[in-house]
């Protein structure tokens, strides 16, 4: 089979929905990381055996031979991409009654089986429960996770089988790339861009069109587009989601792209921790090729198009473009200075654009569904919706996807159902902060509630978008620690190349861990107030100028929770060990007197077999006594 | 001026002209902006970040990694910049063990000077210095990776300029380092000791090895007689280290020096060269008229040699066989004093004066000795002798100038340009032109002069033409050779030098702050050979009597015995070998296969496969042991097969099969 | 394989696998990164006669592959063990409390950051940032399982079943 006119594409998607509607229920059970995690491929498994058992017909594949004679009923079980909520996972939906069963284990497949299956009841046991009205929740629609958010590139990603083309075609998928080939020269098509609003979703919120026009307008005829998909970012995976649960949309991106600058080859790069993302998007680009989306004159046009799915190979600052490009050289991935920038002179010296997952999952329906319709979504100057990895101390942690402009208080409080201790037990105030854009973003607080989300109201506060990590913290986090923990990351993941990065952060790291272990002065915090700012001005990449973000806003924000640390000696939150107080348990000292000849300052007192005490006004926090106890009746200062 | 074209500098207003970057510029503008990674010849890196300044409407850019562009405000120093500075030395400094005053780069390190010019008179940071082991394995240099900023300079010296890549980052964050593959040691991986890496290092992380403590030990030995020999290339920058311009020549006064530090004798390694031109041309000649593979390499450098004997097994029959002008010169006067002072051999202790790093290693190469005795003992560069001047307490501005001593200080013009690129060409070619057509037509030999990397030129000496190519720089070396091997291009002789520029840039003078400095040095050569009545090798009279007392004629015997030597293949990577095949009983015959890239490129993987196959195909995996290694070092006759001590070159499976099969049965 | 078969057999078998990868990458040393992927999972680490194996036949200088194994984290130059335990430390895991788990892991294996590995080669203890499946944090890999909600006391759980079934015969 060849895809390479409208109408075939619009064959092969219609015939699929034909298949579809002769089934009579489809089961689609979540196959994203965390649900596996939880066990959904046995569950998948369970389904597949149960309904079999039970007399039903089963198929787990549509295929194409059946288009002839469809045969009629059966139930097909599918698999998904992650559908956000993998806390509640593994999630079943039984279509088309559009029921949600959570934590669904392979011993319940029976029973919905039997219920939903066959006699369309619903098992009130296994759906989401509302803990504010108590009351369970049938679908999506109902359930408060998901009723602010408006997902709009994740769309499809939790219910169609990422690995089948047919399905994506069957949603209308690849009519965009078509139209872009085939009825759009590449200067419109960087026009549209432009026109769309549409901006970088890979952290800078640089404007997609602008960088299509700047590497259309170079004279070399190679060019190459890459598609970013090394989420570095440790506490974010929606790109992770995006190429898991709907790989084609992605690939239609890039083909944009590829369009819009006329590149002939293009690249995936995938973060190496990703395996299944691998495996989809080869799969996806395999599947593309074999029906000739991929390859030469695609719809057409004259234009060829090749691409390769590149697994990195564990280095953060891989995400940045001039690294990643080094990395796809075959050398070590280490960022050059820009200018020039990749658009002039990327991979092979060549013009290259890089967008990211996001970014290339949003151009196809940019162009499906018309750049008013995306400019209605969101706000002026970040049109569009933005995924989120919500986690921390928040009730309901996933991936959302909201319209830019929502409020951090509707995605906290409202989606995410309000923070809560480290149990996961809700609270009802202690909030803290926010940390968004993982190492490289900013802090917000309870001033920053009702801050719209987008990209220019969060630079204004010294915060930024980023990749979209947003982890949610409550008053029992140290705020300091959290910074040593960022500063900890990007030491660790800083290439070593350009000395104020390298040695700064080390430095950086240092000074934190002079604070959280009491060792800190007032001087300690302006000595890492003036490198941060070094840092931040004279790093050659991003990684090393944005390092400093976290500490610099926290130590704005929660300034006097530093100078606790270093004035006091005291951890506010209690969370460095450090400046934690000894205190002898009276359970457990049996009053043996050895903290007693520990203690260098006689800070301890106690007679012999009596529980002993230790007097806080002398105390210097050394930790001997705690060392010295052979019955651990001593906790706190560990140095 | 083009108004529009102009950028401000601190207020002084500058036009833009062809500069690379805004920071040629701002150089252009007077301006010495502290840089430890940005270097003229090599590509632009943006690491250490000194170099940023202040653009209006941009805030702060580093100037190494942006084009002028007209209209710009810059400024250069400013108190945020001068911060940022200061913060960039100190964390270098935190992490560096400051040894300053035992540090042999003390006088010319970057590091220490800009900690100076910045006024740090405090390190706020903590120390994060860590320990390294010093890598004291080559004759020529030695690495102190303690003392290294990780400015990259080194690194891309080696793989961009020279095509070596001997060196190179291994890590990555706090841990990055400069290193050989795998942690080796320098001496064990694919170095050619050019020395230009330690000729671009900031610090002493990279410095040459100094001989100085055996000279002055050999100075201070009432029994020895030491000699010196001073190459061309070292006279015409010694003087810059006393406050001389560069291309200044000091023979006089470092020939006064040296006798004065108790040297016996001062010679002219010129005398070497116009011995080596001597050979060279009837080589040259002989191959020519014999119809014998051409072109004709020169050999005076050893860097390039060594480089040639690693990566170009099959033009090594296209080296001359010439020894080096040092070497040349080391062996006659080890042949000739002995007898005409009336001392041993074994007392007499010949230092060679050298602009690089690569004749050190060359003067303890094996061949180079007769016994235990090197032709050439010691290897002393140029900015050693002006320590040693100094240690000494000698005030240079005092010295009166002396001459050089004959016999062995004479030479003809042709000797002396050997240290520029160029000169050696134009030596030969004054010669053979001398010697074809005595006194006719002035042939254009100045036209193999220059500049740039790679030079080609067509000379007419009677009927015949000849096309000469001069290189210097390896990566150009390497891409002629791939022309030649190609059979794109045809020479009938090349010249090669490793140092770009030629000796006068060699890692043994004082750092070339600029390529200009380079040129003056040069300048300092063409003057001095003008200034001298002989111009051709053979008009050098003490030469020709040389050859009647010693060496007969060129391409004699005797000439052979002491001026001519061979080459062979090296092996670039020590110490690894694959065991593919272990005999369990830790006994067995054991086959060894190469896998360099000589005998890769021949055919070794699919020997290997076919041979492990056919041992597991013969039940004998009890009975053979299969090991690969890289380079056995008969590169061009691979793929090369050993078993016990025999050596099979131009293996196949059968001859492999055969020689296996019957080890086992016997 | 079968286990009878000779150890050395599966060394020259390795070689083998190492000039397929080599060939189906079509000696283009711009695919390096690629083709130490394909070697490390051969090896399961990164030898260094290998590794110069792969310079000589892609034509780099051997630093230069050296210093691109040396870079990313995803090469390893000393074996690691049957059980490769990758705890997650990124931002979610870490609010998620993974430090405990990681103590607890270490204590019981006798391992560091230092020394991630155990003498016998059976477990190499790392931390990675973020797996992904921040949603379940705090994680832990255990080889290509994903393990999520873990405890420092699921996490020994899960430790002492692979020791069980190691020790069987
Ligand atoms: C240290 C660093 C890490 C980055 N990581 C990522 C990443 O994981 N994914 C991504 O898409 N962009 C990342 N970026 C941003 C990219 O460099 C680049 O701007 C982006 O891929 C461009 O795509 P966009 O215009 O679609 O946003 C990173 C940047 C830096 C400096
Ligand atoms: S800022 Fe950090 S990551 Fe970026 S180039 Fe410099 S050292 Fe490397
Ligand atoms: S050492 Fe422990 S048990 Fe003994 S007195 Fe002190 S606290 Fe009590
Ligand atoms: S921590 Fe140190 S000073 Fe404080 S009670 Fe214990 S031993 Fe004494
Ligand atoms: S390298 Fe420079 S700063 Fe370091 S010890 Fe030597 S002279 Fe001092
Ligand atoms: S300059 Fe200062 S530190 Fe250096 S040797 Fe002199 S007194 Fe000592
Ligand atoms: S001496 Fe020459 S070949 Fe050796 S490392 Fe230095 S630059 Fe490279
Ligand atoms: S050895 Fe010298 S040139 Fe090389 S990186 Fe270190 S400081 Fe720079
Ligand atoms: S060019 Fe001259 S100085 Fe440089 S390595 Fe060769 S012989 Fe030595
Ligand atoms: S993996 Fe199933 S909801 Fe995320
Ligand atoms: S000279 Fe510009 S960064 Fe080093
Ligand atoms: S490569 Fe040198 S002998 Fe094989
Ligand atoms: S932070 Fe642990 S999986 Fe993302």
């Known amino acids: ?639 | 001026m083009n108004n529009a074209n102009v950028v401000e500098i601190d207020g002084r207003t500058m036009s833009i002209g062809d500069e690379r970057n805004l920071f040629e510029l701002i150089r252009k503008a007077d301006v010495d902006l502290p840089t430890f990674c940005y270097h003229s010849e090599l590509s632009v890196y943006g690491a250490c970040r000194l170099c940023m300044v202040e653009v209006e409407g941009r805030g702060l850019v580093a100037s190494c990694s942006l084009s002028p562009e007209p209209g710009m405000k810059v400024r250069t120093h400013t108190e945020e910049l001068r911060e940022l500075r200061r913060i960039s030395i100190e964390l270098l400094l935190a992490n560096h063990e400051q040894a300053c005053p035992t540090c042999v780069k003390s006088a010319s390190c970057q590091l220490q000077a800009l900690a100076r010019r910045l006024g740090i008179q405090k390190v706020r940071f903590k120390s994060t210095t860590r320990p390294h082991a010093v890598d004291r394995s080559t004759p020529y240099l030695v690495r102190e990776p303690h003392k290294c900023i990780l400015c990259g300079d080194c690194v891309r010296m080696c793989s961009e300029v020279q095509s070596v890549g001997a060196i190179g980052f291994a890590n990555r964050g706090a841990a990055v380092s400069v290193q050989p593959a795998f942690g080796k040691d320098l001496a064990e991986v694919a170095c050619v000791g050019c020395g230009q890496c330690a000729s671009v290092c900031p610090t002493g992380a990279l410095a040459p090895r100094s001989e100085v403590e055996q000279i002055w030990g050999a100075l201070g030995d009432k029994r020895k007689t030491v000699v010196a020999q001073i190459a061309p290339a070292v006279r015409v920058a010694l003087g810059e280290l006393f406050g001389l311009p560069a291309g200044a020549n000091a023979i006089g006064q470092a020939v006064a020096a040296l006798k004065r530090l108790g040297f016996a004798h001062v010679y002219d390694t010129a005398f070497g060269a116009d011995l080596t031109v001597m050979e060279e041309t009837h080589e040259f000649l002989k191959r020519k008229a014999a119809n014998e593979p051409l072109p004709l390499f020169t050999s005076c450098c050893p860097a390039w040699v060594r480089f040639a004997e690693q990566y170009l097994p099959e033009l090594v029959p296209n080296l001359s066989t010439c020894k080096s002008p040092q070497q040349m010169l080391g062996a006659v006067l080890k042949a000739q004093l002995p007898q005409s002072l009336g001392i041993a051999r074994g007392d007499l202790v010949i230092v060679a004066i050298m602009p690089c790093t690569a004749k050190k290693g060359e003067a303890q190469l094996p061949k180079f000795r007769e016994g235990n005795d090197a032709d050439v003992d010691h290897v002393l560069t140029t900015v050693e002798l002006a320590g040693m001047i100094e240690a000494a307490g000698l005030r240079w501005e005092r010295l009166a100038p002396e001459s050089l001593e004959m016999p062995f200080g004479s030479k003809s013009g042709a000797g002396l340009i050997f240290g520029s690129t160029g000169g050696v060409s134009e030596a030969v070619l004054r010669h053979a032109a001398h010697a074809q057509s005595k006194g006719a037509a002035a042939v254009a030999t100045k036209s193999v002069r220059g500049e740039a990397g790679m030079r080609e030129t067509e000379v007419h000496v009677g009927d015949a033409t000849w096309r000469f190519a001069v290189v210097h720089g390896l990566a150009h070396a390497r891409r002629l050779a791939e022309r030649i091997r190609r059979r794109e291009v045809h020479y009938d002789f090349v010249e090669v030098m490793a140092c770009p520029g030629g000796c006068v840039n060699g890692a043994g003078n004082p750092v070339a702050k600029d390529k200009a400095t380079r040129t003056l040095r040069t300048k300092g050569l063409y003057d001095a050979d003008t200034m001298l009545e002989a111009h051709v090798a053979d008009e050098n009279q003490h030469l020709a009597a040389c050859y009647r007392d010693l060496l007969e004629a060129p391409g004699s015997a005797r000439a052979h015995a002491l001026l001519h030597t061979h080459y062979q293949h090296r092996c670039r990577l020590q110490g690894e070998t694959l065991a593919l095949h272990q005999a369990p009983s830790g006994q067995g015959v054991s086959v060894n296969v190469c896998v360099g890239t000589g005998c890769h490129v021949r055919g070794a993987p699919e020997l290997l496969r076919g041979l492990l196959r056919a041992v597991d195909a013969e039940g004998l995996t009890e009975n053979v042991a299969v090991q690969a290694s890289f380079c056995h070092e008969n590169c061009d006759r691979g793929p090369v097969l050993t078993i016990g001590d025999q050596v099979i070159t131009r293996c196949d499976l059968a001859k492999a099969k055969k020689a296996v099969f019957d080890a086992v049965r016997s | 394989m079968s286990q009878a078969e000779p150890a050395f057999v599966g060394e020259g078998r390795r070689f083998q696998r190492v000039c397929d990868i080599l060939a189906l990458h079509q000696h283009d040393p711009a695919r390096l990164i690629p083709v130490l992927q394909a070697v490390q999972h051969e090896y399961r680490y990164l030898p260094a006669e290998v590794m110069a194996y792969v310079a000589t036949a892609l034509h780099l200088p051997p630093a230069h592959v050296y210093g691109v194994a040396t870079f990313y984290s995803h090469f390893a130059l000393v074996p690691k063990g049957k059980y490769v335990v990758r705890l997650c430390d990124g931002t979610a895991c870490h609010v998620k409390r993974s430090e405990p788990i990681l103590q607890a892991l270490r204590q019981k294996l006798r391992v560091s950051a230092a020394k991630p590995t155990t003498p016998d080669l059976m477990f190499t203890v790392e931390t990675v940032s973020c797996l992904g499946a921040c949603g379940l944090a705090p994680v832990m890999l255990v080889n290509d399982t994903v393990h999520g909600q873990v405890t420092p006391e699921a996490a020994l759980k899960i430790v002492d079943d692979l020791l069980t079934k190691e020790e069987l015969p």
């Open chain 1, 1 to 639: 089979m060849r895809l390479g006119t409208q109408e075939e594409l619009q064959h092969a998607g219609q015939a699929y929905a034909a298949m579809l509607e002769h089934c009579e229920r489809r089961v689609v059970v979540c196959a994203g990381t965390g649900c596996v995690a939880n066990g959904a491929l046995d569950v998948y498994k369970s389904f597949c055996l149960g309904i079999e058992t039970a007399g039903l017909p089963v198929l787990t594949e549509l295929k194409r031979e059946a288009i002839e004679a469809p045969a009629d009923g059966g139930v097909f079980v599918s698999r998904s991409g992650c559908q956000g909520f993998c806390q509640m996972g593994p999630l079943v939906t039984v279509l088309p009654d559009n029921t949600l069963y959570t934590r669904v284990k392979p011993d319940d497949v029976r029973e919905i089986i039997d219920a939903t299956l066959r006699t369309g009841q619903v098992v009130t046991r296994l759906l989401y429960l509302d803990q504010r009205h108590n009351t369970p929740c049938r679908g999506v629609p109902e359930i408060p996770f998901y009723q602010q958010q408006h997902r709009f590139v994740l769309k499809s990603c939790g219910s169609i089988d990422p690995e089948s083309l047919d399905e994506y075609l069957s949603s209308g998928g690849y009519s965009a790339a078509q139209r872009a080939y085939t009825e759009m020269v590449p200067k419109e098509l960087c026009e549209l861009m432009t026109r769309s609003g549409l901006r970088g979703r890979g952290g800078g919120g640089f404007p997609t069109g602008k960088k299509w026009e700047l590497a259309r307008l170079q004279p070399n005829p190679q060019k190459y587009v890459i598609c970013n998909g090394d989420e570095g970012d440790p506490g974010a995976f929606m790109d992770r989601s995006v190429m898991e649960g709907n790989p084609h949309s992605v690939l239609e991106g890039l083909m944009i792209a590829a369009r819009a600058i006329r590149a002939d080859k293009a690249y995936v790069y995938v973060r190496a921790e990703y395996p299944l993302a691998v495996k989809r998007m080869r799969k996806a680009v395999a599947d593309a090729e074999r029906v000739g989306l991929l390859g030469d004159n695609i719809f057409g046009s004259g234009q060829r198009l090749q691409c390769e799915v590149m697994e990195g190979a564990g280095a953060f600052v891989c995400g940045e473009e001039t690294a990643l490009i080094s990395s796809i050289e075959g050398k070590r991935g280490m960022p050059h200075p820009k200018p020039p920038f990749p658009a002039q002179r990327g991979l092979w010296d060549k013009p290259t654009v890089i967008n990211n997952v996001e970014t290339l999952a949003t151009v196809p329906l940019i162009l499906k569904n018309g750049v008013e319709a995306f400019l209605a979504l969101g706000t002026r100057r970040s049109p569009g919706t933005k995924t989120f990895a919500l986690t921390g101390h928040v009730a309901n942690t996933g991936l959302i996807e909201v319209p830019f402009g929502t409020t951090l208080r509707q995605v906290v409080c409202d989606i995410g159902g309000g923070v809560t201790n480290d149990a996961g037990e809700p609270l009802s105030t202690g909030f803290k902060a926010v940390q968004i854009g993982g190492p490289s973003g900013g802090c917000l607080t309870a001033d920053n509630l009702d801050l719209s989300l987008d990209f220019d109201s969060l630079t204004g506060i010294g915060a930024m978008v980023g990749s979209g990590g947003l982890v949610v913290m409550n008053e029992h986090t140290c705020m300091v620690a959290m910074a040593r923990f960022f500063m900890q990351f990007t030491q660790n993941e800083s290439c070593g190349k350009c000395v104020l990065c390298r040695e700064g952060t080390k430095q950086m790291l240092m000074l934190l861990d002079d604070i959280v272990t009491g060792k800190g002065t007032l001087e300690t915090l302006t000595l890492l107030e003036q490198l941060a700012r070094a840092v931040q001005k004279g790093s050659l990449c991003g990684l090393g100028k944005t390092a400093p973000n976290p500490v610099l806003s926290m130590l704005k924000k929660f300034r006097s929770e530093y100078e606790a640390h270093v004035v006091d000696k005291r951890c506010p939150a209690g969370r460095c060990r450090a400046l934690v107080p000894p205190d002898i348990s009276a359970q457990k000292c049996k009053g043996c007197g050895v903290c007693l000849k520990a203690c260098a300052v006689g800070a301890i007192r106690g007679e012999r077999k009596h529980v002993h005490t230790i007097d806080q006004t002398l105390c210097v926090r050394c930790g001997a006594c705690v060392s010295a106890c052979k019955l651990g009746a001593i906790s706190g200062a560990q140095l």
